[in-house]
């Protein structure tokens, strides 16, 4: 009798995990993938910030575009600014700190890609 409960536990088993078994493999690779695209931005853009020289041409750029639904509303607003037609904003830090100097857009830019990495768990 024992053996056949054995055998009829086990049938379940293998039947219960060959039904799970494809749903994991899926989510695996899914997870897989969207690190993988992650990591791709983040060096893409890392690289943009290397070529491009201002803000409000880096904000113009396909990268941006793709990281903005990533950014925190007060880090868009300092990337926008609402000005008027015609106007424009320059950011001048004073101080010895990375964000000194005239319109410091790359080092906070650089400081929220890391951010995005640690909060995606990439580092």
């Not at 993988?36 to 904000?59: D, G, N, Q, T, Y």
């Not at 007060?74 to 008027?84: L, Q, S």
Request: net charge positive.
């Amino acid at each position: 009798m024992t053996a056949i409960w054995e055998t009829l536990i086990a049938f379940l088993a293998g039947g219960i995990g060959g039904w799970f078994s494809p749903w994991i493999g899926w989510k695996i690779t899914e997870l897989k993938l969207t690190r993988e695209a992650r990591e791709k931005l983040i060096a893409e853009c890392r690289l943009a910030v290397e070529r491009i020289e201002s803000k409000r041409e880096f904000v113009k750029s396909v990268e941006y575009s793709r990281l903005r639904p990533y950014l925190s509303g007060e880090f868009i607003n300092y990337m926008e600014p609402n000005e008027k037609p015609g106007h424009q904003s320059v950011t001048i830090a004073l101080g010895d700190s990375r964000y000194s100097g005239v319109d410091p857009f790359k080092a906070r830019m650089l400081d929220t890609l890391a951010a995005l990495e640690k909060r995606w768990r990439l580092i």
